[in-house]
């Protein structure tokens, strides 16, 4: 049965949204087509009818986690940049891999990615810093960005740490509050 051009296209969004969550879940390697199709409700099947590859899906998943992270944290950047800073660094962000933070989430995979993935990411970090730099404290452009590079390296780093020492609780919490501690916006 052929779908509408809409059916087909809103297929192709729920696969790109679960692909999101589930590639920052489980990682790249970590999930299979069949998986993720059927994730999204669909059959293996009708793929390729929307992706060259898993690589071209893992490129436009990772595209479309980071615009989600950017969306969020504009909108928590305008209201506080220090109640960001704690939700990015709390217990619920670090256990909730899904649905958290892509740039934690899918470094590694990108790292060892093509360049279609590398350019996701690059363009991903890139939007990120812009919409931190805003919000910086400095007086000049060059110094909101460094600041602005440091707090997302910072942040990014923390949280990464804290989900890799696993049950070492106290390790976790410690990391992500020298974290904050050490940012502007922390403190």
Known sequence: MKVSRAQAE???????????QLFRERGFDGIGLNDLMQAAGLTRGGFYGHFESKD???AQATR??????????KKQTDRSLQA??????????RDHIG???????????????????????????ASLVATLQHQMPADEAAEKREQ?????STLVGAL????????????SCEL??????????GG
């Open 10 to 20: 809103e297929n192709r969004e729920r696969i790109l949204d679960n692909a999101a």
């Open 56 to 58: 071209d899906l893992a």
């Open 64 to 73: 479309r986690a980071l615009q989600g992270n950017r969306e969020q944290w």
């Open 84 to 93: 960001w800073v704690k939700a990015y660094l709390s217990d619920a962000h």
């Open 99 to 125: 649905a958290g933070c892509g740039l934690v989430a899918l470094a590694g995979d990108a790292a060892r990615g093509g360049p279609a993935v590398k350019q996701a990411f690059a363009e991903g970090v």
């Open 148 to 152: 602005a590079l440091a707090m997302l």
């Open 160 to 171: 990464l740490l804290s989900r890799a020492v696993g049950g070492d609780t106290t390790l």
């Open 176 to 185: 992500r509050e020298a974290a904050r501690k050490s940012l502007p916006a």
